[in-house]
């Protein structure tokens, strides 16, 4: 390997290590991007870097964060403003009894917001966390189910954001697509091996069949307990469950989030209104107070987005399937699909990037290796899936840590140990079925 491709890795290592090192996360992304410019633009890296924020900032994706994000901002401001997030945890408080029921309704919150994984990520933690305070539950452990649920359902289930961006990225690969959206990833569904033992493995941490381990055992043996402040202010379930409900319909009935936050905060603006419970003034400046409050996360996700466009300009996923095209035989490329997709996704390359970054790649290498076509797919969903659960700078692990008060390193080293468990259960299954197929 040549001096020029190890320098490659150098901002990957660097962001790792000192993620893990300082335990922080704004100025590992940072720095690893400004050293990914000085490599590959050396002094005039700043007017090239300023280029790259800026073209990021045109990113469809971003615009679409952007426009998400400050939207849902806006609602849970609404939301709380209106006192519906304190009557869902009282009416909460007196179903749930035991650990055991409140991390099963965290679970099932987690279900029931399928459709997309950031919607579940910030609504999950918002939610929960002051129900799981009382039951001395660490918010680590809400994390965990959080993301190792969101993530993979949303990308197995055929209705879901992940699924419209999926089938679109394979109508340009020429992919049979013609069974339509639902269709189509129905004949994937079964070779997300991942996403389904990620929810299996999520089902028995919750159950008491997976020990707690490493920081997520210290973390329960280290929890403080905390006061159970008592609530003078009654609140109302109905300005919980009216938005949610609304949110997650028009969603559903529309593929389109956006979508169905707008409409969420109409009906919600309106119904607050009508009933006078808040004026119609009044809403609007909770709504943009709301909206504020999600700066610092698009921020970090910018820099994130940024990342992950002057890795690609690197060439460092062209370096990486250098390194492993001669080894890529038909039995082992499923799972050597699935770990260099982990693997570049960990490493910061953007999710919504891989896809088509990777696709014009291997399924060539299915085509020539008489590998079904779907298999490899369902191998990259995984690998997606793994990637995005442990990247440290991942938007979802950003938004479900930023929710409940946790650092984003301290979430993914409490995950470590399940995640790696559930990749070698993966790499198994993949290499049986490279072998017998």
């Known amino acids: 390997m040549s001096i020029e491709s190890i320098i490659i890795y150098l901002p990957v290592l660097l962001l790792i290590l000192y993620s893990i090192m300082s335990k922080r996360t704004v100025e590992p ?6 050293t990914a410019y000085i490599i590959k633009y050396g002094l005039t ?27 849902f901002g806006g609602l849970i401001e609404l939301i709380t403003h209106s006192r519906g997030i304190l009557g869902m945890i009282e009416f909460l408080k007196n179903r749930i009894h035991t650990q055991k029921s409140a991390l ?4 099932l919150l987690g279900i029931a917001l399928f459709m997309d994984d950031y919607l579940n990520s910030l609504l999950v933690g918002t939610t929960m966390r ?5 039951f001395e539950i660490p918010r680590v452990q809400v994390s965990i189910i959080s993301i190792t649920t969101s993530v993979p359902l949303s990308i197995m289930t055929p209705v879901s954001t992940w699924a419209v961006f999926i089938y679109g990225v394979l109508k340009t690969t020429g992919i049979d697509t013609s069974h339509g959206q639902i269709g189509t990833h129905i004949k994937i569904m079964p070779f997300m091996i991942y996403p389904i033992i990620s929810i299996i493995g999520t089902v028995l941490m919750i159950s008491g069949l997976a020990p707690r381990v490493f920081r997520l055992k210290r973390a329960y043996d280290n929890f403080k307990a905390r006061e159970d402040q008592e609530i003078s202010v009654k609140g109302n379930p109905l300005n919980f469950v009216i938005p949610i409900v609304i949110l997650i319909v028009v969603t559903v009935l529309t593929l389109n989030i956006t979508y169905g936050l707008v409409t969420a905060l109409v009906v919600t603006t309106a119904w607050l209104s009508f009933s006078e419970q808040v004026y119609f003034k009044e809403a609007v400046d909770i709504v943009l107070k709301g909206m504020s409050t999600m700066t610092s996360p698009l921020i970090f996700i910018i820099f994130a987005f940024t990342f992950g466009e002057i890795l690609t300009e690197l060439g460092f996923a062209d370096t990486v399937l250098n390194l492993i095209n001669p080894l890529i035989t038909r039995e082992n490329l499923l799972v050597f699909s699935f770990l260099l997709v982990a693997g570049l996704v960990f490493a910061g390359i953007d999710v919504w990037a891989t896809i088509p970054l990777i696709l014009p790649v291997l399924l060539p290498l299915a085509q020539v290796h008489e590998v079904n ?8 969903l995984s690998g ?8 440290f700078i991942s938007e979802s692990n950003i938004l479900v840590s930023g929710t409940l008060g946790l650092k984003p390193v301290n979430q993914v080293l409490a995950l470590m140990p399940y995640a790696l468990t ?3 259960l993966t790499s198994l299954i993949f290499l049986y079925l490279g072998y017998t197929m």
């Not at 992304?29 to 400004?34: G, K, P, W």
């Not at 800026?54 to 998400?68: D, G, H, K, V």
């Not at 002051?130 to 009382?134: F, G, P, S, V």
């Not at 997606?384 to 990247?391: K, M, N, R, W």
């Open 29 to 34: 992304i940072i720095l690893a991007v400004l």
């Open 45 to 71: 890296f700043p007017e090239h870097f300023l280029a790259g924020v800026y073209n990021t900032l045109a990113n469809e994706t971003i615009i679409f964060l952007i426009i998400m994000l400050t939207l």
């Open 104 to 107: 099963l309704f965290t679970w």
């Open 130 to 134: 002051k129900i799981i305070d009382k």
């Open 373 to 380: 076509a779907f298999m490899v797919i369902g191998a990259i």
């Open 384 to 391: 997606i899936s793994f990637g995005t659960q442990v990247c």
């Open 422 to 424: 559930y990749v070698a």
